[in-house]
T-cell receptor, first 110, second 115 residues
Framework: DAKTTQPTSMDCAEGRAANLPCNHS???????VYWYRQIHSQGPQYIIH???NNETNEMASLIITEDRKSSTLILPHATLRDTAVYYC???????????FGSGTKLNVKP | EAGVTQFPSHSVIEKGQTVTLRCDPI?????LYWYRRVMGKEIKFLLH????????ESGMPNNRFLAERTGGTYSTLKVQPAELEDSGVYFC?????????????FGQGTRLTVV
């Protein structure tokens, strides 16, 4: 089931950029890369998604390599409230039938 | 704009009893999904509605689980009879049917405890 590989955990200093990597070497041409996060016990929260171009919104930037086999989510100025589990997901069917995996636990420290 | 709303937020029931979870999606969202996280494991897909029709129910664990979405608005997920292994957090999500990739919005979840 796993289509992505992410580090189990990462630390980031408050105010610094957090760069979360994701490997998806078996991604197919029409699969999108999505990023969600789950803060404590809340429901997953959408962050950003992309196909092959880099994307940016008010929350984050998504950098996808040219071969699309990996991507990086960038939180430009991490705050304590960004402490969460971040999930990198590839989605084929546009049905949001996501496989969440284990994600990366990002710890933002003062 | 109201988000995805789930009721109840918590439910504690005895093994063998019946529980019904409810999800109110964002108004106008034709897609509705149920997910769950049990026993500290990963979040797993259960099923997907498009309006009132079940598009994909491949994640439903067994026939003790019944999901409905009458009228294509809110959805219910009934567990009957509940077993201990059903304990976990049940999430509902909704998204628009736009023909292009879009994001799903998740509710806060219902924490179900079967004792």
């Amino acid at each position: 089931d796993a289509k992505t590989t992410q580090p189990t955990s990462m630390d980031c200093a408050e105010g610094r950029a957090a760069n979360l990597p994701c490997n998806h070497s078996t991604i197919s041409g029409n699969e999108y890369v999505y990023w969600y996060r789950q803060i404590h016990s809340q429901g997953p929260q959408y962050i950003i998604h992309g196909l092959k171009n880099n994307e940016t919104n008010e929350m984050a930037s998504l950098i996808i390599t040219e071969d699309r086999k990996s991507s990086t989510l960038i939180l430009p100025h991490a705050t304590l409230r960004d402490t969460a589990v971040y999930y990198c997901i590839v989605d084929l069917y546009n049905f949001n039938k996501f496989y969440f995996g284990s994600g990366t636990k990002l710890n933002v420290k003062p | 704009e109201a988000g995805v709303t789930q009721f109840p937020s918590h439910s504690v029931i005895e093994k063998g009893q019946t529980v019904t979870l409810r999800c109110d999606p964002i108004s106008g969202h034709d897609n509705l999904y149920w997910y769950r996280r049990v026993m500290g494991k990963e979040i797993k897909f259960l099923l997907h509605f498009v309006k009132e029709s079940k598009q994909d129910e491949s994640g439903m664990p067994n026939n003790r689980f019944l999901a409905e979405r009458t009228g294509g608005t809110y959805s219910t997920l009934k567990v009957q009879p509940a077993e201990l292994e059903d304990s976990g957090v049940y999430f509902c999500a909704s998204s628009q049917e736009t023909g292009i990739h879009t994001e799903a919005f998740f509710g806060q979840g219902t924490r179900l405890t079967v004792v």
